[in-house]
Structure formats: C-alpha cells, structure tokens
C-alpha cells in the first residue's frame, strides 16, 4: 500500500520561506511523476508545481514561478516544496501528489485527477 506523509507545514510571515516533505512508502519514488497541490475552503485543489520524469523541466503554476523548488531525495524516497519570499496568498492546505512513471502526458500534468497517490495535506498559513 502506497502512503505519502507530508510535514513541514506551519504559521509563517509574509517574506518567509519554507519547506514541506513528502515521505513515500509502499514503492520506491525515483522515476515517478511528483507534484504539489494547494487547497483553500470553497475552491478545487489548484496546481503549484510538478515534475513529471527526470530529465524535463517543472512545470509551475504562474503564481509561484520564481518562488518554488520542487526537489526529490531517491535515498529517502522523499521530495520536497521549497517556497521563497511567501505571501499571504499561499496560504492553503498543501498536498503532495504521485503518479506511476509513464502514467502522465505532458499536458495533464497541472490536472490533479492524473494522480494515483495523495499526502493527507499540511497547513500553510502565511500572515500579513
């Protein structure tokens, strides 16, 4: 049985930075497409960034390009959201996201219905 944990969350001030972590268990994450997910109450999950094989480049939601690090650690079957320089709008419940690699085309990589496996989500709450 897959699992993803996600940690790092938190009360942050605008400006700050800040990682989450996203730990796989139940398969081994190297080659798989990965992704992060935010949610704010009354609207559908929106894409931040994901990296759908290695080799290509993340794509970005436009709000968070230039702010935003995805990063994967295969020792630890691990990935990682780095985010810069944070404002009040990122505030949401994020999510990380996996796919099988192979299982996602290019262009339904910002959809989160291409996503087999799902963290429980982590707070994120930046003040003003």
């Known amino acids: 049985q897959v699992q993803l944990v996600e940690s790092g969350g938190g009360l942050v001030q605008a400006g700050d930075s800040l990682t989450l972590s996203c730990v796989a268990s139940?398969?081994?994450?190297?080659?798989?497409?990965i992704a992060w997910f935010r949610q704010t109450p009354g609207k559908e999950r929106e894409f931040v960034v994901g990296?759908?094989?290695?080799?290509?480049?993340?794509g970005y939601a436009d709000s968070v390009k230039g702010r935003v690090t995805i990063s994967r650690d295969n020792a630890k079957n691990t990935f990682y959201l780095q985010m810069d320089s944070l404002k009040f709008e990122d505030t949401g419940v994020y999510y990380c996201?996996?796919?099988?690699?192979?299982?996602?085309?290019?262009?339904?990589?910002?959809?989160?219905?291409?996503?087999?496996?799902w963290g429980q989500g982590t707070q994120v709450t930046v003040s003003s």
């Open positions: 990296l759908r094989r290695r080799g290509e480049r993340p």
């Open positions: 996201a996996l796919a099988p690699t192979g299982r996602i085309i290019l262009s339904a990589m910002r959809n989160a219905r291409s996503y087999y496996y």
């Open positions: 139940g398969r081994t994450i190297d080659t798989d497409s």
